[in-house]
């Protein structure tokens, strides 16, 4: 018999997957019609699924939280890579040094 925790995170996402479903088709037959109803309907799965992906993302956060502990230096990793600056990309180039974006808009 599988883990009921595992099962669960498994239903999660299938349930995740059904309302991205569910939004993709009416935001397909939103473009292709043109009724309100359908942007309604694509613009409530649209906060349900960004409900569904904050919940997600919070019990992920507070799984990482809870199996952080001092002892083992877990904590302070995490914490140093908060506090790390983070370093800028450069933006893409060409083989002339001039920027992509410009030549693409030419």
């Known amino acids: 018999m599988p883990n009921r925790?595992?099962?669960?995170?498994?239903?999660?996402?299938?349930?995740?997957?059904?309302?991205?479903?569910?939004?993709?088709?009416?935001?397909?037959k939103y473009q292709c019609i043109g009724i309100d109803r359908y942007k309604f309907f694509r613009n409530l799965f649209n906060k349900l699924i960004n409900d569904h992906l904050r919940v997600l993302r919070d019990k992920s956060w507070a799984k990482i939280l809870s199996r952080l502990q001092i002892r083992d230096n877990s904590l302070w990793s995490t914490l140093k890579s908060f506090k790390k600056k983070r370093v800028p990309i450069p933006p893409f180039t060409l083989n002339d040094d001039s920027y992509l974006i410009i030549n693409t808009l030419l």
């Open 5 to 28: 925790r595992i099962l669960s995170e498994n239903n999660n996402y299938i349930e995740l997957n059904i309302l991205i479903r569910l939004r993709n088709h009416f935001k397909r």
